[in-house]
């Protein structure tokens, strides 16, 4: 323990020196800069900016890279509250309570709660890492291939059991997220598959496309026609920040999120991705308003934003401990540590220290930049709702479409976000939930991998599933949640199987109940 | 006749796409049970959408008719994805700024009704500032059309 604070006040001294610290503050303008841009989230931000680190000392290459991270992942949040697009798959849940928010007149406290939120779970989670990266990364070690898969069935079965509509339509909508992410080059046979004469589906339908068309592009064409949606005049600085309530109802999600998220990044997946779903469907089902949910409820939106940003923090756990990035943003910045000569892993701390330190020291720091830099501009950000929503929405769909082009210089893209525009136009009037779409399609791959190479290992022998226990525990719980979530769908499918309990409903006999 | 509830038409047509994934996936090699290939998820996946589109079909007897469902503004909603369209059709042949000029005036100046002279500052400004802060300032690659436009 001693140890370990020399260190951290050694890891400040490297932190707070000026020239980190200007690249920490540049690196959280840029990031937040960048993020608040529609469709061009935190990857595009760090892809862009990873060449001007070349020249830079390690320490400070990834800092700037990080402060990148943690203010695009801000800035991100920003266009999913004010305007329903959200800047990649982790920042989807804010959309939903967020926006209404926004709708409510309430678009200030729901940035302020995504800043101080961010920063609390941001703080705490660096907290956590501090003195558990090493036993929390061996422990991420015993997560093979058929663990990996149990955990992300279970992710889609508790995203599914915790929505408030029916979850048989909750599990059609991830079914339907996960075939998408079966379009694409099969990684363990190369085979081609539903690609349709189209090179560029190669690599698979992207996130970002099917994100902003579903929830950005549905939003405009379901609100087209409106002058103004929301109604602003100008707000006083009290109503730019929540009130003792929404403060209130804010800190036990908070609280919470940090927890989830920390714990689901540390895992070598998605962890951003999943723990914004967990944390949303648990506030959802822990609240006593749960009807409050998809409304404007600010739990909506602390929960979601602590949880993705723990999980920033927990991700950087198996990149550091082990040299394992757990998504594309922590490839590139192992990338850029490998550019300067470092290998991350389990001789990180003892072999460069500064490094580790420094970086563990400049995410505090980068947490309160972030938060001195962005709640003043709370205000100047909900301002922009005040522009009349006939320009506004050629404006919002111009930025998308530059995001969605930008990710990989292919008009494919395009046509594919503005086909998920028109379904989520239509699945919306047909009342169904969009995000397990989104989860489907991010999980596909990794679900379809971990399942194959798990059948690989124990030579198709599917008992691997069972005889292994963390495995067997999560598809237990996953298959818990499955039965009593269905358990409506199933009683009554098991009366129209009893004789004469109840007439066929397909007979034209059958009388109307009152 | 009785008269159709939103979760029968959507489990309905979810049913006909699983279906059609189900033909689609039969020219993907499946594998073995102990060796699954590349076909044999996207079935697995079929098969679950199957399922869960029958239990929506089945538990839509009750609920929200098609028939109360409002769509009011299709125009809009039409003239907004046309004009998607257009913009993944011409962004690459006509380069980005062109592209969103027009783009933007049909939105404003037709769609929204602000006018010719609203419309044309707007998108000028608009196309032509966009592309010095995306191009210049961010090096985002932006497609540029005929004659260097």
Not at chain 1, 444 to 465: H, N, V, W
Request: charge should be neutral; include cysteine; aromatic fraction near 10%.
């Amino acid at each position: 323990m001693v140890e370990t604070l020399q260190n951290l006040m050694f890891g400040f001294g490297l932190a707070l020196s000026p020239s980190v610290l200007m690249y920490a503050f540049v690196g959280c303008l840029v990031g937040t800069l960048v993020g608040v841009l529609p469709g061009v989230g935190p990857l595009a931000g760090i892809s862009l900016l990873l060449p001007v680190t070349f020249g830079l000392d390690p320490t400070s290459a990834i800092v700037l890279l990080g402060g990148i991270y943690y203010g695009a992942m801000y800035g991100g949040s920003t266009t999913s509250i004010l305007m329903r697009i959200p800047g990649e798959a982790a920042s989807v849940m804010t959309c939903i309570d967020g926006y209404e928010m926004t709708l409510k007149g309430r678009a200030g406290p729901a940035l302020a709660i995504a800043a101080v939120g961010s920063f609390v779970a941001g703080t705490l989670s660096i907290v956590a890492l501090m003195f558990l990266a090493p036993p929390l990364a061996e422990f991420a070690l015993r997560f093979g291939p058929p663990e990996m898969f149990a955990l992300l069935v279970l992710g889609l079965l508790v995203l599914a059991y915790m929505s408030s509509g029916s979850m048989a339509k909750s599990l059609t909508m991830a079914a339907l997220g996960l075939l998408l992410g079966m379009v694409g080059i099969d990684t363990m046979s190369a085979f081609f598959r539903f690609h349709y004469g189209v090179v560029e589906l190669g690599d698979g339908i992207g996130v970002v496309p099917v994100a902003v068309g579903l929830f950005g592009i549905s939003e405009i064409l379901l609100s087209a026609g409106q002058d103004n949606k929301v109604v602003i005049r100008t707000p006083r600085l009290r109503e730019l920040l929540p009130d003792r309530t929404e403060w209130r109802q804010s800190a036990a999600p908070i609280y919470r999120g940090t927890v989830l998220g920390f714990l689901i990044g540390i895992i070598p997946g998605p962890g951003h991705v999943i723990s914004s779903f967990v944390s949303y469907s648990v506030e959802r089902r822990l609240s006593k308003h749960p009807e409050h949910f998809g409304h404007g409820a600010i739990e909506g939106v602390a929960g979601p934003e602590s949880a993705n940003n723990s999980a920033t923090t927990g991700a950087f756990v198996p990149m550091l401990a082990l040299g394992l990035p757990s998504g594309a943003v922590p490839a590139i910045m192992l990338a850029a540590l490998m550019i300067h000569g470092i290998a991350p892993g389990p001789m990180l701390i003892k072999e460069h220290p500064e490094l580790f330190w420094g970086v563990i020291a400049s995410m505090y720091v980068g947490n309160v930049v972030l938060l001195i830099l962005n709640l003043p501009f709370v205000g100047l950000f909900v301002n922009v709702l005040r522009i009349p929503y006939g320009y506004l929405y050629p404006a919002i769909l111009v930025f998308a479409t530059i995001g969605v082009y930008s990710v990989n210089n292919s008009v494919v893209d395009v046509w594919i976000m503005a086909g998920a525009g028109l379904a989520g136009y239509v699945l919306r009037k047909l009342n169904f939930d969009l995000a397990p779409i989104i989860l489907g399609l991010v999980l596909a791959p990794m679900l379809e991998l971990s399942f194959r190479q798990s059948l690989a290992m124990s030579a198709g022998d599917y008992t691997i599933f069972a005889t292994r226990p963390i495995t067997a525990v999560m598809l237990l719980v996953a298959l818990t949640l499955l039965l009593v979530g269905m358990r409506p769908n199933l009683t009554r499918m098991l009366k129209w199987w009893v004789p004469g309990r109840l007439e066929p409903a397909a007979s034209g006999e059958r009388k109307e109940h009152p | 006749m009785r008269e159709l509830t939103v979760d029968r038409v959507a489990g309905i047509l979810f049913t006909a796409f699983s279906l059609l994934v189900l033909w689609e996936s039969h020219k993907i090699p499946f594998g073995t049970m102990a060796e699954p290939g590349p076909g044999a998820l996207p079935v697995l996946l079929a098969f679950i959408l199957l399922a869960c589109s029958v239990a929506v079909f089945l538990g839509g007897r009750v609920g929200e008719r098609l028939a109360d469902v409002r769509w009011t503004e299709w125009r809009h909603a039409v003239a907004i994805l046309g004009t998607c369209s257009f913009m993944a059709l011409a962004l690459e042949r006509l380069g980005y700024r062109l592209t969103t000029l027009i783009a933007l005036l049909v939105l404003v100046s037709i769609v929204e009704r602000k006018g010719w002279l609203a419309g044309v500052v707007f998108a000028t400004s608009f196309s032509l500032g966009t592309h010095y802060l995306f191009n210049t300032v961010l090096r985002v690659h932006l497609p540029q059309g005929p004659f260097g436009i």
